[in-house]
């Protein structure tokens, strides 16, 4: 499996975890795109240190190739997933107060 199709996976997966899984239905919400828009940049950040320093390279035939910020797209991707993976958990657990 390439990491191109890890990282539609992992969006998809977050994605049925967000909307019928918890059903906290984050991406409707104002306050998601928000904290995204926070957490975005130290992440494209990050992933241009990583990558542009050849700390972390990804094999060319795993990926599709278009690059942000020296990083692969599949980057955003998963960083997607994993934010709203994570939010989606954190207010599911808030909810019934754990």
Do not use: C, H
């Amino acid at each position: 499996m390439s990491y191109t199709q890890i990282a539609v996976s992992a969006v998809f997966l977050a994605l049925i975890l967000d909307f019928f899984v918890l059903k906290t239905t984050l991406l409707k919400r104002k306050v998601f795109w928000t904290s995204y828009a926070i957490i975005l940049p130290f992440q494209l950040l990050t992933n241009w240190w990583l990558t542009s320093r050849n700390i972390v390279m990804y094999n060319a035939g795993s990926i599709i190739g278009t690059r942000i910020a020296s990083a692969p797209v599949e980057d955003l991707l998963f960083g997607f997933a994993l934010i709203l993976g994570v939010q989606s958990t954190w207010v599911y657990l808030g909810r019934r107060g754990v």
